[in-house]
């Protein structure tokens, strides 16, 4: 099978197996990881050159680490060093310890038995750190503690693989002075890469730049993060931690973004291959052969490493919600385990039917980590941390004010600001918690409750009040509000904001004497700038933009009453086009000189 064959292959199995796990809510990781199965040499074997694949897809892992590292400023990782050295040098001793004393117990001797320990200690990062993305996790408490343990594990496992030699027969005829050369490498690439970094990145970057051609600079930016992780790879370093110091060096520049984007597509791509060859190298006729004992170990792993996790969390000072967070998503093993125990088969410290044994235990708990982070949001959260009981609403003070306004996040504050200059009392009501906390910090006075509840209302004083603005976000509510409000409160004034013309119809048909749509006003007074740059007299932009106002607001009248024809109002939409083309073909003043012939007259 060629190149080209493979490749359709694995877009295919994305294609068909990601958007359905996600569908039902497991993600994208183990869509992959399905699919990487089904095309695997176990099931289908569509695709058998599984080492070769695994070996070119950790550019993927290259490429998000180098990302996260564009993402993090070198102050900010300066803050993370005691999480970073910290809490990470306690996970993997932590979790070591214990794996490698039951591995012990389990038959291995003690050599052996350690660096299975120490393997296993180790989390993937890509699996990870990709969960808590799709998440939206990556800036919560767990987020960063999950980010910090594995940018030290990155840096564990040069010791790990440095001290191989040592374990081998005894470390005989291991001489420290190449140990010694070894460590000035080490210290003389990444010393070379940061000064590098620092003082040459940047001129490239901007020389390349200034060349204008865009497959140019993303051929440079992939340089850049291959050429670090290959730099390192030599001497024995990780290549992630190479291109994440990279992406650090450059998270000041002024082309970080460029670089992200540029990296993203290749980033996306190059990662799911990697989920998909870490599927395909499932070993299931080993799990099928002795399936209690794969299936144990995975299980004791998980378990183990999870415990380990949540206590650590705790005894670090995080809440118990976050700290179960962390143990659901860095309980399974790692890629570096697979190169730790690759390389102590290499040394003869590991016989090749351990080594599967604990390739397929760590393939399987990266497998099941997307399905215990699930497990934990939809069954142990919303057990363990039951929502908390708030109160129907806040008591109103003093609820003789001529305003309510419904809603105070970012529309309502500008209102209420406003009327609180004119000095004109108002009642600020908000339905979020959250955002009363906020509020109330900066010194704004707003009251807890759901303004659509009638006895809430009447306890802010809505009989006496004259005028209502409800500045509700949420569609529903809003439209839930004005009709509590219009039906027990018909003298009141009710002035309204839309999220767009659907909404507002609504609004105009419970009788709102005014409907702003929130984007309409700033949107047209940008197109009123658009035409003053583009040379038409500022007079005469303005009255196209009013002309434009008068003919919408006509046009969002007249479709009201059309609103649940979709034909015909498809239809009105078509002519209203054509109307105001017309409008201002016939009847639009003239647009003035352009900027050339001002300046000259």
């Given at each position: 099978?060629?190149?080209?064959?493979?490749?359709?292959?694995?877009?295919?199995?994305?294609?068909?197996?990601?958007?359905?796990?996600?569908?039902?809510?497991?993600?994208?990781?183990?869509?992959?990881?399905?699919?990487?199965?089904?095309?695997?040499?176990?099931v289908l074997r569509l695709v058998t050159d599984v080492d070769?694949?695994?070996?070119?897809?950790?550019?993927?892992?290259?490429?998000?680490?180098?990302?996260?590292?564009?993402?993090?400023?070198?102050?900010?990782?300066?803050?993370?060093?005691?999480?970073?050295?910290?809490?990470?040098?306690?996970?993997?001793?932590?979790?070591?310890?214990?794996?490698?004393?039951?591995?012990?117990?389990?038959?291995?001797?003690?050599?052996?038995?350690?660096?299975?320990?120490?393997?296993?200690?180790?989390?993937?990062?890509?699996?990870?750190?990709?969960?808590?993305?799709?998440?939206?996790?990556?800036?919560?408490?767990?987020?960063?503690?999950?980010?910090?343990?594995?940018?030290?594990?990155?840096?564990?496992?040069?010791?790990?693989?440095?001290?191989?030699?040592?374990?081998?027969?005894?470390?005989?005829?291991?001489?420290?002075?190449?140990?010694?050369?070894?460590?000035?490498?080490?210290?003389?690439?990444?010393?070379?890469?940061?000064?590098?970094?620092?003082?040459?990145?940047?001129?490239?970057?901007?020389?390349?730049?200034?060349?204008?051609?865009?497959?140019?600079?993303?051929?440079?930016?992939?340089?850049?993060?291959?050429?670090?992780?290959?730099?390192?790879?030599?001497?024995?370093?990780?290549?992630?931690?190479?291109?994440?110091?990279?992406?650090?060096?450059?998270?000041?520049?002024?082309?970080?973004?460029?670089?992200?984007?540029?990296?993203?597509?290749?980033?996306?791509?190059?990662?799911?291959?990697?989920?998909?060859?870490?599927?395909?190298?499932?070993?299931?006729?080993?799990?099928?052969?002795?399936?209690?004992?794969?299936?144990?170990?995975?299980?004791?792993?998980?378990?183990?490493?999870?415990?380990?996790?949540?206590?650590?969390?705790?005894?670090?000072?995080?809440?118990?919600?976050?700290?179960?967070?962390?143990?659901?998503?860095?309980?399974?093993?790692?890629?570096?385990?697979?190169?730790?125990?690759?390389?102590?088969?290499?040394?003869?410290?590991?016989?090749?039917?351990?080594?599967?044994?604990?390739?397929?235990?760590?393939?399987?708990?990266?497998?099941?980590?997307?399905?215990?982070?699930?497990?934990?949001?939809?069954?142990?959260?919303?057990?363990?941390?039951?929502?908390?009981?708030?109160?129907?609403?806040?008591?109103?003070?003093?609820?003789?004010?001529?305003?309510?306004?419904?809603?105070?996040?970012?529309?309502?504050?500008?209102?209420?600001?406003?009327?609180?200059?004119?000095?004109?009392?108002?009642?600020?009501?908000?339905?979020?918690?959250?955002?009363?906390?906020?509020?109330?910090?900066?010194g704004s006075k707003v009251y807890y409750g759901d303004p659509?509840?009638?006895?809430?209302?009447?306890?802010?004083?809505?009989?006496?009040?004259?005028?209502?603005?409800?500045?509700?976000?949420?569609?529903?509510?809003?439209?839930?509000?004005?009709?509590?409000?219009?039906?027990?409160?018909?003298?009141?004034?009710?002035?309204?904001?839309?999220?767009?013309?659907?909404?507002?119809?609504?609004?105009?048909?419970?009788?709102?004497?005014?409907?702003?749509?929130?984007?309409?006003?700033?949107?047209?007074?940008?197109?009123?700038?658009?035409?003053?740059?583009?040379?038409?007299?500022?007079?005469?932009?303005?009255?196209?933009?009013?002309?434009?106002?008068?003919?919408?607001?006509?046009?969002?009248?007249?479709?009201?009453?059309?609103?649940?024809?979709?034909?015909?109002?498809?239809?009105?939409?078509?002519?209203?086009?054509?109307?105001?083309?017309?409008?201002?073909?016939?009847?639009?003043?003239?647009?003035?000189?352009?900027?050339?012939?001002?300046?000259?007259?």
């Open positions: 099978m060629n190149l080209l064959q493979e490749t359709a292959i694995f877009l295919a199995a994305a294609v068909v197996a990601v958007p359905l796990f996600r569908r039902f809510g497991f993600g994208s990781v183990l869509g992959y990881l399905a699919a990487g199965v089904v095309i695997g040499p176990d070769n694949i695994l070996h070119f897809s950790e550019i993927g892992v290259v490429l998000l680490l180098f990302i996260i590292g564009l993402e993090l400023q070198p102050s900010r990782l300066w803050v993370l060093r005691h999480s970073v050295f910290g809490l990470g040098s306690i996970q993997v001793a932590a979790c070591g310890i214990p794996l490698g004393l039951a591995a012990w117990w389990l038959g291995l001797e003690p050599v052996p038995a350690g660096v299975v320990g120490a393997g296993l200690a180790l989390s993937s990062t890509a699996f990870v750190l990709q969960l808590l993305a799709e998440r939206g996790q990556m800036t919560t408490q767990q987020g960063r503690s999950a980010f910090a343990i594995l940018l030290f594990q990155d840096l564990a496992v040069l010791p790990l693989l440095a001290i191989m030699p040592l374990l081998e027969a005894g470390g005989m005829g291991v001489q420290p002075a190449v140990l010694a050369w070894d460590g000035v490498e080490v210290v003389g690439v990444l010393a070379a890469l940061v000064i590098g970094g620092h003082y040459l990145l940047r001129p490239v970057l901007r020389i390349v730049a200034h060349a204008r051609t865009s497959e140019i600079f993303t051929a440079t930016a992939l340089l850049v993060v291959i050429g670090s992780a290959v730099a390192v790879e030599t001497v024995g370093l990780s290549m992630g931690l190479g291109a994440f110091v990279a992406g650090v060096l450059l998270a000041d520049s002024e082309f970080r973004h460029e670089l992200e984007a540029n990296i993203e597509p290749f980033k996306g791509l190059l990662l799911g291959l990697f989920f998909i060859a870490v599927g395909m190298s499932a070993d299931l006729g080993l799990v099928a052969q002795y399936p209690l004992t794969v299936l144990g170990l995975a299980a004791g792993l998980l378990l183990v490493k999870g415990a380990v996790v949540y206590a650590i969390g705790r005894a670090w000072g995080m809440p118990g919600r976050a700290a179960r967070a962390l143990a659901m998503a860095l309980p399974q093993g790692g890629e570096f385990g697979f190169v730790l125990f690759s390389a102590a088969v290499a040394r003869g410290v590991l016989a090749d039917g351990t080594a599967d044994l604990l390739i397929a235990v760590v393939t399987l708990s990266m497998a099941a980590t997307p399905l215990l982070v699930v497990f934990n949001e939809r069954v142990l959260a919303p057990r363990l941390e039951p929502a908390p009981i708030l109160p129907p609403y806040d008591t109103v003070e003093d609820p003789v004010q001529p305003v309510i306004v419904a809603g105070f996040g970012r529309f309502g504050q500008i209102v209420g600001r406003l009327l609180r200059v004119a000095h004109i009392p108002f009642t600020a009501l908000e339905a979020n918690p959250s955002q009363v906390d906020f509020v109330r910090r900066f659509s509840r009638l006895d809430l209302l009447r306890a802010a004083g809505i009989e006496r009040a004259q005028a209502f603005v409800l500045a509700i976000d949420d569609v529903e509510a809003s439209v839930r509000t004005a009709e509590v409000v219009r039906r027990h409160f018909p003298h009141i004034a009710l002035y309204a904001r839309a999220r767009n013309r659907q909404h507002a119809q609504r609004l105009m048909d419970l009788g709102a004497r005014a409907v702003v749509r929130e984007t309409f006003d700033s949107s047209l007074n940008l197109a009123e700038q658009v035409l003053t740059g583009l040379g038409w007299a500022p007079d005469d932009a303005r009255e196209a933009a009013r002309r434009f106002r008068g003919h919408d607001e006509r046009t969002l009248e007249r479709q009201r009453a059309l609103r649940h024809d979709e034909r015909a109002l498809i239809q009105s939409t078509r002519e209203a086009a054509q109307e105001l083309e017309q409008l201002f073909e016939m009847d639009s003043p003239p647009r003035g000189r352009d900027k050339a012939e001002r300046e000259e007259g």
